[in-house]
């Protein structure tokens, strides 16, 4: 792997009240390391930083000698307090979150800790969070929402966080849903919503509500696999990477470390309800039961024509046929109650689970059926919910035949951590997939919407290079 070092362009910190800031470039402090992180299990961006200073930082407001004092004393670093940062990085077009007009291109202190103080100097960790991390926990939702479940999380977006329309990346939802705020966060219910949201191009419900550095994403898992990868392809051999100190660009897109953390598990999958599952529903206004079976042997969930995998479709294990052929149609029961009367005295369900409860538990489970953590040079043109081609060599004396065919192939990148530090900085991916093989069982019945942010990536990197 090829040595990086990244740039600081720009790092204030600006107190919680706005009155006093001290900057990196001014030799007021040094950063001892940086972490930035992303999740598509996550809504918002979060990290940490390690920063050292010494005794006479910066004068207090509160202080009437004026006299020069220590950032966390002096600024004071407290909660609250605002980060404006911009990194440079050899491969990415770096981090920028150092806007003075959009406060939501900046980053936020949540919590402070001295690791270590002595007399003429202190070492200090903040833990930051984006914008919307930290309205959340300010906001209540009263009102009524009606329509598409993805028009109504639009509408909170806008009108809770302010959220401008370029910085929110909504792939449309089929379903509608009547529903109240329940004095909820926006959070809670947007992260609810989401298992009960079913693509319009696509009969398999699941989405994503998560924050990157471009924006905040409500996307389906579908539209996801559908969207072109990354346009550079990593690798790994296993070998020991160079350790150079000066930059090897033919080792960018060399993978330094990979991990399997998981690959299958078929008595999790079975007891999940990935290959047959009974779903049982309960009609208050009539008192009657429903009972609705869904298995793979008859082309329904993952064998379903719709249903979009990053590998080749799965098979049914020889034991579990042979299961099915002797009349056992199920492994896992859920029950669900329709909400009738939601909006009105209607007898129609409201956002009847039906849609979304029998595929649902199918398709989170077998997306995070397979996961592998790696390390490369940092690159944080890489995004949560990018897909990345990794081509892993093959055990073999024919090497020259090609990759590993079972393992390599088109990941998810479910989190992220851009690590920086004076000496170095790297990428630390967590992948996962639903399926094996290199080539994927994509749907293109109709083109997805959740588009947005990573086609506006590709381009700038294709100006670039």
């Known amino acids: 792997m ?12 600006i107190s919680a009240d706005g009155k006093n800031e001290v900057d990196f470039a001014q030799g007021q402090f040094r950063i001892a390391n940086f972490y930035y992180y992303e999740n598509v299990l ?3 961006i979060t990290g940490i930083v390690t920063i050292v200073s010494t005794s ?3 004068k207090s407001k509160d202080d009437t000698q004026e006299r020069l004092g220590s950032l966390h004393t002096s600024l004071p670093l407290e909660v609250g307090c605002e980060l404006l940062i911009k990194i440079e990085d050899p491969i990415g077009e770096g981090l920028d979150f150092s806007s003075k007009k959009d406060p939501f291109k900046r980053l936020y202190v949540n919590e402070v800790q001295i ?17 919307i991390g930290l309205l959340n926990n300010t906001k209540r ?8 479940i993805t028009n109504s999380i639009e509408k909170i977006l806008k009108n809770e966080f302010k959220l401008d329309t370029d910085r929110i990346n909504i792939d449309d939802c089929s379903n509608p849903y009547s529903f109240a705020g329940m004095t909820k966060r926006p959070f809670d219910l947007i992260l609810m919503l989401a298992k009960q949201s079913v693509p319009e191009n696509t009969s398999n419900p699941g989405y994503f509500a998560y924050e990157t550095k471009s924006g905040f994403n409500y996307v389906s898992v579908d539209s996801i696999i559908n969207n072109d990868p990354y346009d550079k392809t990593y690798y790994y051999d296993g070998k020991v990477q160079s350790t150079s100190q000066t930059r090897d660009e033919s080792n960018d897109y060399k993978i330094a470390s990979l991990q399997v953390i998981k690959d299958q598990n078929l008595m999790s999958q079975i007891r999940s309800g990935v290959y047959a599952n009974k779903t049982i529903f309960f009609n208050p206004q009539t ?12 082309g329904r969930l993952y064998k379903d024509p719709k249903f979009s995998t990053l590998g080749k479709k799965p098979e049914i294990p020889k034991i579990l046929s042979e299961n099915f052929e002797q009349g056992n149609k199920f492994h896992r029961v859920q029950t669900a109650v329709l909400n009738i009367g939601g909006e009105s005295e209607s007898i129609n369900p409201n956002n009847s689970p039906e849609l979304y409860y029998a595929a649902g538990t199918t398709r989170y489970n077998m997306l995070f059926s397979q996961k592998h953590s790696i390390t490369i040079p940092c690159n944080t043109d890489l995004e949560a919910g990018n897909t990345l081609r990794l081509e892993i060599e093959d055990i073999t004396d024919k090497k020259e035949q090609g990759p590993d065919q079972k393992q390599s192939g088109v990941y998810i990148i479910s989190s992220l951590c851009h690590y920086f530090e004076s000496e170095k900085s790297v990428t630390s991916l967590t992948l996962v997939r639903d399926s094996y093989g290199l080539h994927a069982s994509k749907n293109s019945s109709k083109s997805n919407a959740s588009t947005k942010f990573s086609n506006k990536s590709r381009t700038r990197r294709g100006g670039r290079r």
């Open 2 to 13: 090829s040595v990086q070092s990244s740039k600081y362009s720009i790092f204030k910190i």
């Open 141 to 148: 939702l009263t009102k009524h929402y009606t329509g598409k």
């Open 115 to 131: 690791i270590d103080k002595k007399s003429t100097s202190e070492i200090i960790q903040i833990r930051f969070i984006s914008r």
């Open 42 to 44: 996550s809504p918002f």
């Open 56 to 58: 006479a930082v910066t």
């Open 287 to 298: 008192y009657k039961f429903t009972e609705i079976d869904v298995a793979v042997d008859d």
